[in-house]
C-alpha cells in the first residue's frame, strides 16, 4: 500500500504561490489516482484537486480552478499541487490522498484509501 508525505506548507502573504509536493512509497504509485484536500478550522474536508494514474484526466475544485493546478511525476512517485494567488480563505492543512480503485480523479473524499498527514498553509492579508 502507499504511504503519502506531504511537504512544501508555509505561511505567505497574499497574493504569494506555494508548491505542495507529496512523495508516496510503499506501493504502485502509476495504480493510484491521487488528490489533494484541505481542512480548515472548524470546517469539513474539503475536495481542491485530483489526477488520474496516468495523469491525463485532472479535476480541480471551482474555488481555486484559475489558482492551483495539480500533477504527477511518476517516474518519480510524486504529485504536486501548485497554488498561485493565494488568498487568505486558502488557509487550511492540506492532505494528499491515494485512491487503489478509480480509474479517473474522483472529487470524493470516501474513494480515497490512503492519506497523508497533512501540511498547514496559512495566507496572511
Known amino acids: 500500500q502507499v504511504q503519502p508525505v506531504e511537504s512544501g506548507g508555509g505561511l505567505v502573504q497574499a497574493g504569494a504561490s506555494l508548491r505542495l509536493s507529496c512523495a508516496a512509497s510503499g506501493g504502485t504509485f502509476s495504480s493510484y489516482a491521487m488528490a489533494w484536500f484541505r481542512q480548515a478550522p472548524g470546517k469539513e474536508h474539503e475536495f481542491v484537486a485530483a489526477i488520474s494514474r496516468s495523469g491525463i484526466v485532472t479535476r480541480v475544485a471551482d474555488c481555486v480552478k484559475e489558482r492551483f493546478t495539480i500533477s504527477r511525476d511518476n517516474g518519480k512517485n510524486m504529485v504536486f499541487l501548485q497554488m498561485n494567488s493565494l488568498k487568505p480563505e486558502d488557509t487550511a492543512v492540506y492532505y494528499c490522498?491515494?485512491?487503489?480503485?478509480?480509474?479517473?480523479?474522483?472529487?470524493?473524499?470516501?474513494?480515497?484509501?490512503?492519506w497523508g498527514q497533512g501540511t498547514q498553509v496559512t495566507v496572511s492579508s
Open positions: 490522498a491515494a485512491d487503489r480503485l478509480s480509474v479517473g480523479a474522483s472529487r470524493r473524499a470516501e474513494e480515497y484509501d490512503y
